[in-house]
């Protein structure tokens, strides 16, 4: 039998993994909810106006405690104890004033969601919680329909608790497992969910220090900032005050374009113990390349752009380099938001190391930077099946020398199969020092076309021969070309 500590724990867990689930069972019979991303955006903005009133309390005792007044950040009227969960004096719900049916629908999409947003215009600074409140009930809207099932919904989630490290991390670890299934959704999921054993090694590789910032302007669900986060905070150095507060203010910075990444990396970051995230809601990419300053530099890039060719053109006008593919885009601005010396981890599609399109990119890319690691990845390490490789480089010298290694696992990797850690652990330890076996080898860049620059994994360690792809791979890689003609069609018909 577990100790009792353990056997707790084991308890709790299993007690958010059943409120989580019956959230999700009661989200599958609203007709305004279809997929595992419907259930992770609406079951997101619930769960965090809990948290929201669970972070109040905190403060309000804190107040108290200093013997100072306390300002509520929500008026009454729209706290969660007035609301959702208004209760009598013996602590029990007052089911009497509580809102459900069409009374608790008209409350929530025509007073709650516009009094929140206009924290947006009426917040004193960006770096505040008001201004975090505004910029999530703007970016989203409520689609529940069935008044009845949101009350379930708001019954459910006012069972989980924020006040104690040891809940957030337990809750926090459920709502991972949500981003991953969100992943598995599909290829509109998998844009914001990258694995997060993959992330961790990558990170471990750029090893970010307290004192550095990172940015991840393409953030989706935030997993390079949370893991980030983590891994500075657990770098078993004793933090100071300061350190604390550094980590928690001035550390960590994200941006994402879609409402949904928008509302699931706040509150993936909130879960993990970032109180207020500089995350905000904006197209990187309007952003001109010219307009970067050095106060709007990062020591650490850490990120995985989104491909596709989506951008407007006057979008494009903002890059020396023109390009339809919006990954290229988010490498010229990666380049130019990284400070000299910073450092980049970063994902793409492998196709970038040999595509005609991209050797301008490429020829950048090694003169300005260098671009000291390549890391290889197996098909079906992203739900959709795309070949992509990670770029690890510094900006401020030019490349002499690439590291490749080239992943090559013993299974096919899928949804019930996925990357693990031990799967990156020799890569990460041989990245150290770029040490040579099967899998890896060292390229001097004299030896690459000085025209083409054409940077392909050739492992010479392997015979040639070919490999014949798996028939599921390749008739996903069909239905995602489908998929992507589709969009552009849809494009293309807007501009009719």
């Known amino acids: 039998m577990p100790p009792v500590s353990n056997r707790h724990a084991i308890e709790k867990m299993n007690m958010f993994e059943q409120t989580f689930k019956n959230i999700d069972a009661v989200l599958w019979k609203d007709n305004g909810c279809d997929t595992a991303i419907d259930y992770a955006a609406q079951s997101s903005w619930v769960l965090f106006l809990k948290y929201l009133d669970d972070f109040e309390k905190d403060r309000e005792s804190a107040a108290s405690l200093q013997e100072v007044k306390y300002e509520p950040i929500l008026r009454s009227e729209y706290s969660w104890g007035v609301w959702a969960m208004p209760r009598k004096g013996d602590g029990k719900i007052d089911h009497h004033a509580a809102l459900t049916g069409n009374d608790l629908i008209e409350f929530v999409n025509g007073k709650l969601f516009p009094y929140l947003s206009k924290f947006k215009t009426t917040a004193e600074r960006f770096d505040t919680i008001q201004y975090k409140i505004g910029q999530i009930f703007s970016s989203i809207e409520n689609k529940l329909e069935n008044g009845y099932g949101l009350r379930e919904v708001l019954n459910y989630v006012d069972e989980l608790r924020f006040q104690k490290s040891s809940e957030k991390h337990e809750l926090s670890h459920f709502y991972e497992s949500r981003l991953n299934d969100m992943g598995n959704a599909g290829r509109s999921g998998g844009q914001y969910y990258t694995p997060r054993s993959l992330i961790r090694s990558i990170v471990q590789v750029i090893d970010p220090k307290i004192g550095e910032t990172v940015y991840d302007p393409a953030a989706g669900s935030a997993g390079f900032l949370v893991e980030a986060f983590h891994h500075m905070r657990d770098s078993g150095k004793k933090l100071s005050v300061k350190d604390v507060r550094t980590l928690q203010k001035d550390t960590l910075y994200g941006k994402e374009k879609k409402p949904l990444g928008f509302i699931v990396g706040t509150m993936n970051m909130v879960l993990h113990g970032i109180e207020v995230p500089n995350f905000v809601r904006t197209n990187t990419l309007s952003e ?111 490349t002499k020398n690439i590291w490749y290694y080239q992943l090559n696992l013993d299974r096919n990797l899928g949804k019930t199969n996925p990357l693990n850690e031990n799967d990156l652990a020799e890569f990460v330890e041989l990245q150290k020092t770029n040490g040579d076996s099967d899998n890896s080898w060292t390229v001097n860049i004299k030896d690459v076309d000085q025209t083409s620059f054409d940077l392909s994994v050739k492992n010479p360690n392997k015979d040639d021969e070919v490999v014949l792809r798996e028939p599921e791979e390749i008739l996903d890689e069909i239905a995602q070309l489908d998929s992507e003609a589709s969009e552009i069609l849809e494009t293309i018909r807007g501009l009719v």
Do not use: M, W
């Open 288 to 398: 001109n390349l010219t307009d970067i300053q050095e106060k709007d530099r990062y020591d650490v890039v850490l990120a995985n752009p989104p491909f596709g060719g989506d951008e407007r053109k006057e979008i494009q006008q903002h890059f020396p380099i023109k390009s339809g593919e919006t990954a290229y885009l988010f490498l010229q601005h990666f380049f130019k938001t990284l400070r000299a010396g910073g450092r980049a981890g970063v994902v793409i599609k492998n196709t970038f190391l040999s595509n005609g399109d991209a050797a301008s990119l490429r020829k950048e890319l090694v003169n300005t930077c260098n671009l000291h690691t390549v890391l290889d990845l197996p098909a079906k390490v992203f739900t959709a099946g795309v070949r992509t490789v990670v770029l690890f480089f510094e900006k401020g010298k030019p």
